[in-house]
């Protein structure tokens, strides 16, 4: 067997593990799979014990200045529907030059190939940074101790820079490459009037939830701007190079609104779009619950109303003050609404001159040999911030991975082109090559 079919082996051991943290299945097992790859690299690692599934670190000092820190997780998503799969998913098939399983993208392929990247990159004494590895087993569930175990291992996990799960190779197949990630807020608002369901003719008399609800929601945003005081106080300006990243970004408003099914864009033309996609804080209702959705009708006056919001932030906003000036905005304007918070995540930025920016645009175009598309921080949210704030790590980013727009994660017939779990391989040790 040569190197690559051996490595493309290795990847299918990895796959045929049932990781699925939400079932707490084969947990144990990925993690110690994990431990023994890294060990037969000559990467020293450890199987660390959380309030949850384990976390795998490895290590590998060179005796460099610096330190770079590569977060994954070997955890995969539930596989239902199973009767839509065409495969066991589980049993890592390959089938037309793409290998099938739960996981192959979502996130096990781009771990694995970043692994073997490592290990041509010391073999080749071409490493410039000292390593850390984190590999996580909760990603799918929401990361509830990651935060306590990255608190309580500072001194382990310190490093000057983090790449993140990353992302996946973009239509036309030009790498994706972001360089941070919108933070996010989640809260819960509750209005309760009484202890009981009345009859519709009390409305004269009994207040209703549904429009104290209402009008708590109408003072936090007036459809247009969050009115909570301060909310635009801290956010960061553009910065000339990072508008010009914007201003590249490929972004087609039909083609667009044709894959969202939307009627309309909230706003119109491309540039906007994007500047408002990308730089803007949002304030967003989840889901509103409350009184008889029902067929036909039913005259009733509830008892309860309640709403989930998410705002998801920019840098530098900070969702712990938020959370509070909303909760003072509310009593002051005189809102009864119980509120309870969901999450917390804080935005993260990256400097597109920063050298952790710079080596991955540039071995993404080497390796792809496509200009790859740049993202100043994703419209999303990953939880980047606990390395960025808790280690004090300026440079944070969230790499090209081994999927594609076909890999379908979290979804049933999950898979990975064999030759882009090559080439997401090639690209890790291309930019470790070229990064210091
Ligand atoms: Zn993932």
């Excluded at 310190?158 to 197949?173: C, H, N, R």
């Excluded at 996010?184 to 009345?198: I, M, N, P, Q």
């Excluded at 905005?329 to 920016?357: M, Q, W, Y």
Aim: hydrophobic letters at 35%.
């Amino acid at each position: 067997m040569n190197l690559r079919d051996e490595q493309l082996e290795i990847y299918r051991d990895f796959l045929k593990i049932p990781s699925i943290s939400a079932k707490k299945m084969g947990i144990e097992e990925a993690a110690s799979f994990l431990k023994d790859l890294l060990e037969d690299r000559g990467i020293g690692s450890q199987v660390m014990k959380t309030s949850g599934h384990p976390v795998v670190y490895g290590e590998h000092n060179i005796g460099a200045d610096r330190t770079l820190l590569i977060y994954n997780h070997y955890d995969v998503q539930p596989v239902d529907p199973e009767n839509e799969w065409e495969m066991d998913p589980f049993s890592a098939k390959v089938r037309d030059g793409r290998i099938y399983a739960r996981g192959s993208s979502d996130n096990k392929g781009t771990l694995i190939a970043r692994i073997f990247g490592v290990e041509e990159a010391i073999r080749n004494k071409e490493l410039n940074v000292n390593l850390k590895f984190l590999y996580e087993g909760e990603e799918e569930i929401g990361s509830p101790n990651l935060h306590e175990y990255v608190t309580g291992n500072k001194e382990l996990l310190k490093a000057d820079s983090v790449i993140m799960e990353g992302s996946q190779l973009g239509d036309g197949g030009r790498p994706v490459v972001t360089l941070g990630v919108k933070g996010l807020l989640y809260v819960e608002l509750k209005e309760e009037t009484g202890g009981t369901d009345l009859h519709s003719s009390n409305a004269a008399i009994a207040p209703n939830p549904v429009w104290n609800l209402i009008a708590a929601l109408n003072s936090i945003y007036d459809g247009k701007r969050v009115l909570i005081p301060g909310f635009y106080d801290d956010i960061r300006p553009i910065t000339g190079k990072e508008d010009s990243i914007l201003s590249e970004y490929p972004f087609n408003e039909d083609e667009m609104k044709k894959l969202f099914a939307l009627k309309a864009f909230r706003y119109s033309g491309s540039e906007k779009l994007v500047r408002e996609l990308f730089t803007s804080p949002t304030c967003n209702i989840d889901g509103i619950i409350s009184g008889y959705n029902g067929e036909g009708t039913k005259t009733v006056t509830p008892r309860r109303a309640s709403a989930k919001l998410d705002f998801r932030l920019v840098p530098d906003q900070d969702p712990s003050k938020i959370y509070g000036n909303l909760k003072r905005h509310l009593k002051e304007k005189g809102h009864n609404v119980e509120i309870k918070e969901f999450g917390l995540e804080f935005p993260v930025r990256t400097d597109p001159g920063s050298a952790l920016a710079k080596a991955m645009i540039a071995s993404a175009e080497q390796t792809y040999g496509k200009k790859p598309v740049i993202m100043i921080n994703s419209p999303g949210t990953q939880p980047m911030a606990i390395f960025t704030r808790e280690l004090g790590i300026g440079e944070g980013v969230s790499a090209i991975g081994a999927g594609d727009h076909n890999s379908r994660a979290h979804a049933p017939n999950e898979s990975v082109s064999v030759e882009n779990f090559y080439r997401a391989m090639d690209h890790a040790r291309n930019f470790l090559k070229v990064f210091r």
